[in-house]
Structure formats: C-alpha cells, structure tokens
C-alpha cells in the first residue's frame, strides 16, 4: 500500500539531490555552523524558540573554530563579512506561560543590537489558541533543514547522552538534563517549496514580500555522522488551523500522513515523540489491530518518563489513559505494543534523557520526521511541517529500505546505550524486536526502560479536574471562548479545581 498522496497527505512529492536525516543537536547544530558559513544570498530559520547566546559548536570544534560560534554573533558576523547577505528570523510570539523559559527582549536583542541585514520578526498569524511550531532553516535556496530541534537553550547534546557533560550548559553556565532530538536536511529543488513556504509566512506575519532567488553557487552537504537516505524524492507535509485573516485554509495533511502510514503496516510501527494524546493516532493503532486477517504487528513507542509540570499535568492524563487502552487492545488481539523511556542510573536515581523527536517509521519502507507531535494540536491546530520518505516497491528500493532500517537500529542502540558498540545490527532485525527491547529493559542497570505513568496522575479528584482542561488545552482544531467557558465553568466549585482552571487559561493564552 503506498503511503504518500499528493494533495491528501502531503502538498507535493519534490525533487531532491541529497536528502538524510541528522540524530541529536550535536550534528544538527555543527551542520548548521558550517552550511550558514558558506551563504551568500540569504538564511531562513522559522521556530518555535530561539536563544541569542547558544553556541553552535562545543569542546574542540569550538576552540578549533576561527571566530564566533553562538547563534547570533555568529549570524551577525556572517552579514559582516557577506555584504549581500540577508538573516530572516521569524519566531512563535509566545504565550505567557512560556516567559520564564525565553530570552527576554529579543526584539530588540534580533533587531537593534545586529548588523542592520538581521531581520527578526515574531509571528501570531495563526488561529486561536494555536502556536508556530514549524521548525525549518533554509540556506541560499540550496540546503534546508526541517524537523524538530530549535537553536535554543537546553537542547544541545550528543548522542551518548552521558549522565555528566560538561558541554551540556547553558550560555550562563547551568547544567542542564540529556537531550534527543532529530532534524532532516535535503538540498535540490525540494528546498525552493520550502523558500516558499517561508516566504508566505513571513508575509502573513505581516513582514514584506521577500524575493529571494536561488543563488548560484552550490552547496553540498556531507557529514560521515548523518543517515542519508538514497533516493530523489521527499514529501513535504503541513498541519493548518484556518483563520479569516489573513484567509488562510485548514490543512490537515499530517494528520492523514500518521493515519495512513499506520494503518498500511504489516510488520513493525515504531515511533519517537514527545506526547503521545492524539485521538487520529490512538485510534488508527486500534484499527490496525482490530482490523482481521492481518500480520501480527510490533508497535513500539519512545516516549520521555517524564514531562514538565504543566506538560504532564494537562497531557499526561490522557496519555495514560490512551496507553492503558492500547495495551488492552494489543493484549486481546494478539498484538505487541511496548511503550519506553531512556534514562542513565546514578547512584541509585535513574535520570532521564528528554525525548523531543517527532519521528514515524513503519515497516522500514516509510519515514516521516518534522515538527508534529502525536498530539491532537499538531494534528490540526498549530502550525506544522513534516517530510517523509518512502519505498513504494520495497523490491525495487532496496537501498532506500536499508538505510532506513540501519537508522532504526541505531536510534534503538542509542536508546539502549549500546550505541557505537557494535550493536546496532541486531536492533535491525525486525523478529522478535519487542521481546529483546524487553529484555534489556527488564534489566534495572540498562538505559533502555518500560515507560511507567506519574502515579500521581491515579488520583480521582485529579483526574476529574484535569479531565475538562485536557480538551481545551490539546484541541485539533480552533476553540471558540464558549465551549472553553462552559468546559470549564462547571469544575469551579472547588478550590483546586479553580487554579487548575486558572493554570489551563494561562496555557492557551485566554
């Protein structure tokens, strides 16, 4: 069954020249230093969050770099030494609840402390309630970069995730917990739909019409730690919430992308995210599993063990509770689902490794990774930008089927622990994977773990305050005051139920 139909789950299947996938920020960031080094006409980068100070490189790249390498003294140098180079930087304008975790004034830190061709806007263009969480950089029309990871505080890492890292801190010098995290890169015309999309969002913020040609020169990518994928085309697919004005139309291309991907698989479905409340997904597992006369499926699921607070109090209910029904559905079907997390021991304490990758493998013929959470907001209501890769004929892609399996096995051997060990073949067989995985997380010293929910979330009264702001907090689609007030209204009698309300108001910017 092929998975990718323009105009349905994807806007279009696009040309490319060199397209993979880059693990954790480590490469991401690196790839990014030196690909932005090399523009001459202009870098995009559209985000949720960006961070003025955080250094691109770290440990001996760092001391071996010839000049700056945080984020923007570095992209003001390049305009510097670039006299026809343009930065446009456009980020989510945030809602209050984010504040203590942003860098304050970057209006002014962007716009009125750089070389005057650094152009920073924020952007609240979209429907109500909703957030920009596209995640793309794009260089010269030559080389673009989508998936998950923000140039931000507290996401660098490599991919050993060591429990003590002294590269791991922030640009005032705190610590900060292990990070994983994936983002894609593709060069050829496919990045020309991606110029575009930047384009228009820019003008939809209310920004000018920019021109932005292809420059001349080209710009290869090659990096002996990205996963490349063999082939010459690339699905781009979006989320849209509609809005009045500017008129934009819903899109919902992501949402049919996860459906269909898994409701084709025959073997193996194995997913990396930071959420897992999506009422799509939840219910295209229970389909594939109750659907007669197909092949028994491995389902496995990398989740975080934990969330931050106001994450894991309004998402992690209905995690719990759509997890717990999987497991059920599997049981009595005869199906395998394994849910994990990751973490290191430390005298006695285990500490976890945050898992922010957004990542849909299936049968190793098919790959999407982006900026979409497996939750209901990423399937309809905020902004959001995936691309897929897929062997239509596994018969006559072998290539392409190889290198996305040889991913899988090293994202599962980095998860492990066991990554550069020699190991990574055997997470690549397909047999019998849940019952190994199993087995090394039935261990207590191994970093691989069954994921196990907050048992706080257990609680009845809990669990009857936190149900109503769950909804309005993770909708798929716009909504209105109404529904919110009357969702709501109705659990103010008592006291806890009330700053629950309150904190679920200041989450969805009311």
């Keep these: 069954m092929t998975v990718l139909k323009p105009g349905l789950n994807c806007m279009e299947i696009c040309q490319t020249t060199a ?21 001459r006409r202009y870098i995009l980068l559209s985000g949720w969050q960006f961070d003025s100070e955080v250094r691109l490189l770290r440990g001996a790249e760092e001391a071996n770099a010839a000049g700056e390498v ?9 305009c510097e030494v670039t006299p026809e180079l343009e930065v446009y930087i456009l980020a989510w304008d945030f809602s209050a609840v984010f504040s203590l975790e942003r860098e304050w004034f970057q209006d002014i830190i962007f ?17 109500s309630g909703a957030t920009h969480h596209q ?29 003590d890292n002294p590269e791991r801190i922030d ?24 110029v575009d999309l930047f384009v228009q969002r820019w003008l939809d913020s209310g920004g000018e019409a920019l021109s932005l040609a292809t420059a001349d020169q080209q710009i290869t990518f090659e990096d002996p730690q990205a996963f490349p994928m063999p082939t010459s085309e690339v699905a781009v697919s979006r989320t849209q919430a509609p809005i009045l ?11 049919q992308l996860f459906v269909e991907a898994i409701i084709s698989a025959d073997r193996l479905i194995y997913l990396e995210n930071q959420y897992f409340s999506s009422q799509a997904i939840y219910w295209a597992l229970v389909a594939r599993m109750t659907t007669p006369d197909r092949p028994r499926i491995q389902i496995i699921l990398i989740l975080p063990d934990r969330l931050p607070f106001t994450e894991e109090l309004f998402l992690g209910l209905p995690q719990m509770k759509m997890l717990r029904s999987l497991q059920q559905v599997a049981e009595k079907t005869g199906h395998a689902l394994s849910v994990y997390s990751t973490a290191l021991v430390d005298d006695g304490k285990r ?13 190793d013929r098919f790959l999407t990774v982006g900026s979409a959470n497996a939750t209901n907001r990423s399937m309809g ?27 899988r096995g090293s994202l599962l051997a980095e998860h492990a622990g066991l990554l550069g060990k020699g190991d990574e073949q055997l997470f690549e067989k397909v047999e019998d994977l849940s019952c190994r995985l199993d087995c090394l997380a039935d261990d207590r010293e191994a970093r691989l773990c069954r994921y196990e929910p907050d048992p706080d979330l257990e609680n009845p009264s809990l669990q009857q305050a936190l149900e109503p702001v769950s909804r309005v907090v993770d909708p798929e689609k716009p909504v209105d005051d109404e529904y919110i007030f009357e969702s709501l209204s109705m659990y103010e009698t008592k006291t806890f139920a009330k700053g629950i309300r309150k904190l679920g108001q200041l989450l969805i910017g009311l």
């Excluded at 004005?245 to 949402?255: A, H, V």
């Excluded at 902004?383 to 991913?407: G, K």
Aim: charged residues 25%; neutral net charge; hydrophobic residues 40%.
């Design 111 to 127: 716009n009125w402390t750089t070389n005057e061709r650094v152009n920073f806007r924020f952007d609240s263009t979209h429907a």
């Design 135 to 163: 995640k793309f950089v794009i260089i010269d029309g030559r080389i673009g970069f989508v998936g998950g990871m923000d140039i931000c505080s507290s996401r660098w890492d490599d991919r050993y995730h060591a429990i």
């Design 351 to 363: 500490k976890m490794t945050f898992i922010h990758s957004k990542l849909l493998l299936v049968d």
């Design 245 to 255: 004005e500017p008129r934009l139309k819903k899109i919902d291309e992501i949402r």
């Design 381 to 407: 209501l905020d902004t959001e930008l995936n691309v897929s890769w897929e062997a239509a004929d596994p018969a006559a892609q072998p290539e392409l089927v190889a290198a996305i399996r040889r991913l």
């Design 70 to 78: 945080s984020f923007l003294r570095y992209l003001n140098h390049l």
């Design 19 to 39: 397209t993979g996938v880059l693990v954790d920020a480590c490469d991401y960031y690196r790839a990014f230093y030196h690909t932005a080094g090399k523009a």
């Design 171 to 194: 640009a005032d010098g705190t610590p900060y917990g292990s990070y994983h995290d994936i983002q894609s890169y593709h060069t050829g015309p496919v990045v020309r739909v991606l």
